[in-house]
């Protein structure tokens, strides 16, 4: 049978093809899900056959050759996942005289199966995103790192770095609790996230320290991007319980691969940066010193 798998997009409340088979002509690759009378019902739906009942308008309908059509919503723990859908053969014989309770059996182990891998899914993300900031975390950092290395690298362009941290960030939780230091976290991390085009390129690195990736952009180019970050923190008016939290800064070390480092060397050279930047009196940025600088600086 024709047919096409719907996956519900729950902002949208929009259906959207996720796979179709044998060419399946009458039904939209997507539409909103109360086009749908099996979704908006909760049960399978069939226009023609056995019993008549009203075209769902997703359907491309014509009166005068009524299509013989099929949707069953796919429900697990009582919420809609999507739906299946099958263009039905003309005649009453063979497989157009497939028990119903067939079709409801699959509908049930479709849903079941997406269900579980959308629970997987979401296990995942969570597992791979602090819970505080939202921020993807350390352990994502690493698949990240090796992902972005790998297309520097072979596209012959520099990856740069920054290492962030929150200035004087124990005054916080000492002087206002622990639910001050969170919000300072969040406000902060909400700052990161604005500042990269794509989203997973801004991680929690532990603690009040927070790196972010910059695909392709100059020394020049992640220090102006450094001091962005910094305006827009020194900008953060954060009210508590307690009144105002006061001036948030932060710290910024930056590095650029292969201009600095080698690409293996990324966060440590950066990290380093973020140290001397503390050092020198914190909210500043710091540019890490190249390799032959480095080199020919004498011992202290």
């Known amino acids: 049978l024709p047919g096409r798998l719907y996956l519900l997009d729950k902002e949208s409340n929009f259906v959207v093809e996720a796979c179709s088979w044998l060419g399946p002509v009458r039904s939209s690759p997507r539409f909103s899900a109360m086009s749908c009378w099996a979704l908006r019902r909760g049960l399978r739906h069939r226009p023609a056959g056995d019993t008549i009942d009203v075209p769902c308008d997703h359907i491309d309908w014509n009166p005068e050759v009524p299509t013989d059509s099929l949707c069953l919503p796919l429900m697990a723990q009582r919420e809609t996942l999507g739906m299946l ?27 079941l199966a997406v269900a579980n891998l959308q629970l997987r899914d979401s296990l995942r993300e ?9 921020l993807a975390n350390r352990r994502q950092l690493s698949h990240v790192l090796e992902t972005q290395v790998a297309q520097a690298e072979r596209d012959g362009v520099g990856l740069s770095c ?23 976290l ?19 690195y532990g603690g009040e ?79 890490a010193q190249p390799r032959e600088a480095e080199a020919g600086r004498p011992a202290a």
């Open 209 to 287: 320290e927070f790196l972010l990736l910059f695909p392709g952009l100059s020394a020049e180019q992640a220090v102006d991007r450094a001091q962005d970050i910094r305006s827009r923190v020194a900008a953060i008016e954060l009210g508590h319980a307690v009144g105002d939290l006061g001036h948030i800064s932060v710290s910024v070390g930056v590095a650029v691969a292969p201009q600095h480092c080698d690409f293996s060397r990324l966060i440590p050279t950066a990290d380093a940066a973020l140290l001397r930047a503390k050092a020198l009196g914190r909210d500043r940025i710091e540019v």
């Open 186 to 204: 969040r406000s902060v991390g909400r700052v990161l996230a604005q500042a990269t085009r794509e989203p997973d390129l801004a991680f929690r």
């Open 126 to 134: 969570m597992a791979m995103a602090d819970p505080l900031t939202g």
């Open 85 to 111: 859908y099958f263009e039905m053969p003309g005649d009453d014989t063979g497989r157009a005289a497939t028990p119903m309770i067939y079709f409801d059996m699959l509908a049930e182990n479709i849903g």
């Open 162 to 184: 920054l290492m962030v941290d929150v200035d004087h960030f124990k005054r916080f939780n000492d002087a206002h609790g622990h639910e001050a230091g969170d919000a300072v």
